[in-house]
């Protein structure tokens, strides 16, 4: 028997078991909406009366189970009564299914996120499907909110508080595998056998997971403690006034349980915060970036990369470790085999020590001195040394031999498009694919837009950075395209401070108490001084006479920073070693970011981007510019300084964002 309502499906089996199938109408992925709540309880209500031998919430829809809670509905919230409408909608829904009288159990396959995770944590039993698309999570604190609907009660009590906390501070997801390491999900089953396992278990009789009893005592008598150690692990990351809702979690599962409902004040506080709803936006943001890389275009499976330094190295290294078949050309295997070694490094990491899976994503890194994989590439990136003449002629050599509708994209970050373009007998073909570094970590990939460049080549390089789960940023040939020219004047500004007189440790404190995730001293030590000599000669012409005498001088040294172990900081086990860093002169943070704002508008006046959303788009995901005020265009008009963004005092918590 099926019943159907417009945002679920229940079937009943021969077996006495009911499977509840979750497709929202008129949307391609999963998410709660009031109405899709609504119908919940109305199910729920309904079963009670003839109650099914075990219930299974699934997904109908083949892009995941869950993606959350709709969040259209949360940036239309105009008042505190219906932000706590839309908490108890939630809250009232997962204790009903919670308390139901027959097992319950979420089969989980594809992304499980938010509310959808909550909804599972309120079944007896949880299966995941070991896919890569599978991932589970409450990310909540990254849009500046929290799990009001019942995570931040159910999640500690079925894992202990401490890798429950882990997860709900920092946002970040499970694969299927650690999922189930963790206990968050009861069983991890392959495709084919999801099914059936999700029948036996829910059928089980099995007693539903909670911690273990150490854990239990860290969840209840202990939590006072287990609260003070993370909540000084917090403040290393990320400062109250900026971030307030990971405190306000700690602070609801400590005082009241997880209960959000009786949490009014902290809920209050974070529903109503200017973070909530800046991260909301820059959330939208991210969502539009995406979006240019969904144009129907095919994925590339071939990439070729020339240049084997530690961009290209790196830019190959991740392609390959997206799924994509890499050729890596240099003069020799042995300039090649460093890339190598820090990709194996890479694959460690990423993959967590499955020496499977990195051993064949080291299969799909190929060494090719000669550069034979350019004929069969889909994608064909440059990376070698910032030279018109080495580019030009590279260039004229790989359209000889590239397939006709190859991408062919230099990764330049300071010469022109256009220059490079007339090597080419076509240089509509010609793209800019600019990576950041260092490029496993950095989100944002420019598209580059030259005079000539085809609209096809632009998607088709838009489409590739998507398939390798990079953020698209259109942009047009200019100096600097975006990033690096609002970087740019802010660096310099920072460093002429330094020159002034004004410690490094004070420079970077005053940016950091702003809201950046690295001060601008130790970002220029980190990107190497003698590269931001370079990009500023490069980007500034005639003006980079006017460069800072002691970056000069500590470049001529050999003192390049990170990569040399001294630049404006001694560099220790990979981290600056600083002192303390006295007071901050009042104005310091707006003299230095100042001449960033005036960047990211001149490049919007200027056409470099399509407008000031994107502009702030780029600079929050290629900069780390303090994604809480949403962005510096979005900052300025919303009165910047005026309203007293200026940072404060610092002797308030270590510095850091949430990003």
């Known amino acids: 028997m099926t019943v159907s309502y417009k945002n679920w499906r229940i079937e009943r089996d021969a077996e006495g078991l009911a499977w509840l199938w979750f497709d929202r109408a008129e949307s391609a992925t999963n998410t709660l909406s009031a109405e899709a709540l609504n119908e919940l309880t109305r199910i729920l209500t309904a079963l009670e009366s003839s109650p099914p031998r075990g219930l299974i919430i699934a997904s109908a829809k083949p892009a995941g189970f869950i993606a959350g809670a709709d969040i259209h509905e949360f940036t239309a919230l105009d008042s505190p009564t219906a932000a706590r409408a839309l908490i108890e909608r939630g809250w009232h829904a997962f204790e009903q299914l919670a308390a139901v009288r027959y097992p319950t159990l979420a089969l989980v396959r594809g992304h499980c996120l938010g509310g959808g995770l909550e909804l599972a944590l309120a079944c007896r039993y949880r ?58 999900v009861d069983e991890c089953v392959p495709p084919r056998v999801a099914e059936n396992a999700a029948r036996l278990l829910v059928v089980s009789g099995r007693p539903a997971r909670r911690a273990p009893f150490v854990q239990r005592l860290l969840n209840g008598p202990l939590k006072a403690v287990v609260a003070g150690q993370a909540r000084k692990q917090v403040a290393a990351r990320a400062r109250p006034q900026h971030y307030p809702a990971p405190y306000a979690i700690l602070d609801i599962w400590a005082r009241h349980g997880g209960n959000a409902l009786a949490a009014e004040r902290e809920m209050a506080t974070i529903l109503g915060s200017s973070t909530a709803k800046n991260l909301v936006r820059v959330f939208f943001l991210q969502e539009r970036l995406k979006g240019f890389g969904k144009e129907g275009e095919s994925t590339p499976r071939r990439v070729h990369v020339v240049g084997a330094g530690v961009m290209g190295g790196d830019i190959a290294a991740w392609c390959a470790l997206r799924g994509m078949t890499v050729t890596l050309q240099d003069q020799s295997v042995e300039r090649i085999a460093p890339a190598v070694v820090r990709a194996a490094k890479l694959y460690d990491k990423k993959l967590r020590g499955d020496a499977r899976a990195a051993r064949f994503a080291l299969d799909r890194l190929i060494p090719d001195p000669q550069g034979h994989g350019a004929a069969h590439a889909d994608v064909i990136i440059e990376a070698i040394f910032e030279n018109l003449e080495a580019k030009q002629a590279l260039f004229r050599d790989l359209e000889a031999r590239a397939k006709p509708d190859a991408v062919l994209a230099t990764n330049t970050s300071s010469l022109r498009l ?139 040294a050999g003192h390049l920073g990170k990569k040399s172990g001294q630049g404006y900081y001694r560099w220790a086990a990979g981290k600056a070693v600083k002192q303390a860093p006295g007071a901050v002169p009042a104005g310091l943070a707006e003299r230095i970011v100042t001449p960033l704002l005036r960047a990211a508008q001149g490049c919007v006046d200027r056409g470099v981007v399509a407008d000031a959303d994107l502009a702030d788009a780029g600079v929050i995901f290629g900069t780390g510019f303090a994604p809480f005020t949403g962005g510096p265009l979005h900052f300025v008009r919303n009165g910047g300084f005026r309203r007293g963004a200026e940072a404060p005092a610092p002797s308030t918590e270590a510095a850091g964002a949430v990003r």
Not at 163 to 176: C, F, N, P, Q, R
Not at 458 to 487: E, Q, T, Y
Not at 531 to 553: D, Q
Request: aromatic share 4%; with cysteine; charged share 20%.
């Open 127 to 184: 299966v995941a499907v070991d896919e890569p698309g599978t991932r589970l999570a409450l990310p909540e604190v990254m849009l500046g909110i929290v799990p009001g609907w019942g995570g931040m009660k159910r999640l500690p009590a079925l894992i202990g508080p401490g890798a429950a906390l882990d997860l709900m501070l920092t946002g970040k997801g499970l694969d299927a595998r650690r999922a189930a390491r963790l206990g968050v």
């Open 418 to 556: 256009e220059d490079i373009a007339t090597a080419l007998a076509r240089p509509e073909r010609l793209v800019g694919i600019h990576f950041f570094n260092p490029v496993a970590m950095m989100p944002l990939v420019e598209v580059v837009q030259g005079a000539d460049s085809d609209a096809q080549a632009l998607a088709r390089a838009a489409a590739f950075v998507r398939a390798i789960d990079k953020l698209p940023l259109p942009v047009k040939s200019a100096p600097g395209f975006l990033v690096n020219a609002v970087l740019g004047p802010y660096m310099l500004e920072a460093l002429r401070c330094v020159e002034e007189g004004i410690a490094p440790e004070t420079v970077d404190e005053a940016l950091l108490a702003f809201g950046m995730p690295m001060g601008p001293v130790e970002l220029v030590d980190t990107v190497g001084l003698d590269i931001a000599l370079a990009a500023g000669k490069a980007l500034a012409g005639e003006a980079a006479a006017e460069a800072p005498g002691k970056l000069a001088a500590l470049a001529a």
